[in-house]
């Protein structure tokens, strides 16, 4: 089991800043692949910014310019900077990540999912 724990959702002003932050934890062998998703209650969950084990970078059009992914590969830890946010921003955030890990000696693939975070933006 991949436990991704997520911090860093709140409320803030149009045009604010927030920092959204994820921790894998777990016998993880390797991660191809992480990233933010968000959804807003009666919508479909969209990708919001990716990247990948060689550190290649995707962005939604609707965040490019405004949100900056990062990722530590030694600890596991994934960050969305989000600046400039408005108020179609607002959602739940998911942290994703896809990879290999150990279990009962051998290795298989893992997809998890954290519990997300509400992001606010409201005057």
């Known amino acids: 089991q991949v436990h991704l724990g997520e911090s860093g959702g709140g409320l803030v002003q149009p045009g604010g800043s927030l920092r959204l932050s994820c921790a894998a934890s777990g016998t993880i062998l390797r991660i191809n692949l992480m990233g933010w998703y968000r959804q807003v209650p009666g919508t479909e969950r969209e990708l919001v910014a990716s990247?990948?084990?060689?550190?290649?970078?995707n962005y939604a059009n609707s965040v490019k310019g405004r949100f900056t992914i990062f990722r530590d590969r030694i600890s596991n830890t994934l960050d969305l900077q989000m600046n400039g946010l408005r108020t179609e921003d607002t959602a739940v955030y998911y942290c994703?990540?896809?990879?290999?890990?150990?279990?009962?000696?051998?290795?298989?693939?893992?997809?998890?999912w954290g519990q997300g975070t509400q992001v606010t933006v409201s005057s």
């Open positions: 990247i990948t084990g060689g550190g290649t970078t």
């Open positions: 994703h990540a896809d990879g290999s890990m150990r279990e009962y000696g051998g290795i298989k693939r893992f997809q998890s």
